[in-house]
């Protein structure tokens, strides 16, 4: 069982009754506690609760309705996704507990002083490297409005800007990273036909896509909800369509594709994670058509052109700069 779940259930006598869980992990948490209900906008996580726990967790940017007795919070990386959870949660908890768990290295203790906004916040318990805080909710505030958070920045190209929309909690909120920068400056000659990007973000790279192949079947994948409605908000800003896939890895994009193009993630949290961007270099084959071509942007520390050979095909380095490698190979 998951460590923050752990420290839960070491006070189990504060969470009986309707009880939220926000951010849980897929662990046995809601078979421990069997009137709780989950919110979570990680789609693998959903996926595995769905599959145990069917109809009890709900993957979704907003807080499910519900008539609760309080609330967890899982923490998140970001402060800004923090921030809106706290808020929504809170929103509906007037009078009533809500409660924030998170490891130390994750932030517990700084995030904690977020919990103020609402009333006077209490340490009830430390262990796994865990922390689990407290406050009463003496001063509720609105429903936030998460579109109203959204932060967008403009994107020049040669025929004509795009305005890309992220929300709290998705990479590079507000701003285009380097490593897809770079990806963008190689974008050309791709294979026409359907158009993967894969670890979709706030959706510049398929954005970029559809303004550049409009001919071509476009489908943006992520994990994340956040990065998915961001995404969503890119594509309407832009009057540009695209199917939207909330999937885990590679696994749940679809077959037939004449390319997938991507910068893939490799955090999960805190934690550097590499396992979603190893599957996409291990099995993008089997979403390729022939001659399909896989095209990402990696830290050039990573040894990916080893894997990519072995499971797809010759691998070239298009670009290196800026400590980033733009990577090609066909099936």
Request: with cysteine.
């Amino acid at each position: 069982m998951d460590a923050r779940s752990e420290v839960l259930l070491r006070q189990a006598d504060l969470f009986g009754g309707e009880l939220l869980l926000a951010g849980l992990p897929a662990d046995d948490l809601l078979s421990a506690l069997p009137l709780a209900r989950g919110w979570n906008w990680h789609a693998g996580d959903q996926a595995l609760l769905a599959t145990r726990f069917a109809g009890r967790s709900q993957f979704d940017t907003r807080m499910p309705e519900g008539d609760y007795r309080a609330a967890v919070l899982f923490l998140p990386k970001s402060r800004e996704l923090t921030d809106y959870l706290l808020h929504a949660l809170a929103s509906r908890l007037a009078g009533k507990p809500l409660y924030l768990v998170g490891e130390k290295r994750g932030g517990i203790e700084r995030a904690a002083k977020q919990l103020t906004a609402y009333g006077k916040p209490r340490k009830l318990d430390s262990a796994r490297h865990c922390q689990l805080w407290c406050v009463e909710v003496q001063q509720a505030p609105p429903v936030p409005d998460l579109h109203a958070l959204a932060q967008s920045y403009s994107l020049p190209l040669s025929d004509g800007a795009l305005e890309i929309v992220t929300l709290p909690g998705v990479f590079a909120h507000g701003r285009l990273d380097r490593g897809s920068a770079l990806l963008l400056e190689h974008l050309d000659d791709l294979p026409s036909g359907h158009l993967l990007d894969f670890g979709c973000g706030a959706g510049v790279l398929g954005a970029v896509l559809k303004r550049r192949y409009p001919a071509s079947e476009l489908s943006l994948l992520d994990v994340d909800a956040f990065a998915l409605e961001s995404s969503r908000l890119t594509l309407a800003r832009n009057g540009l369509t695209a199917n939207l896939i909330a999937g885990t890895g590679i696994e749940s994009a679809p077959e037939g594709l004449s390319a997938i193009v991507s910068n893939p993630p490799f955090h999960q949290g805190v934690h550097t994670d590499y396992q979603a961007s190893e599957n996409l270099l291990t099995q993008s084959a089997r979403h390729l058509v022939k001659d399909g071509e896989l095209r990402l942007v990696a830290n050039s520390f990573l040894k990916y052109p080893p894997l990519i050979e072995r499971h797809l095909g010759p691998c070239r380095t298009l670009a290196d700069a800026d400590g980033f490698r733009i990577y090609s190979a066909h099936r």
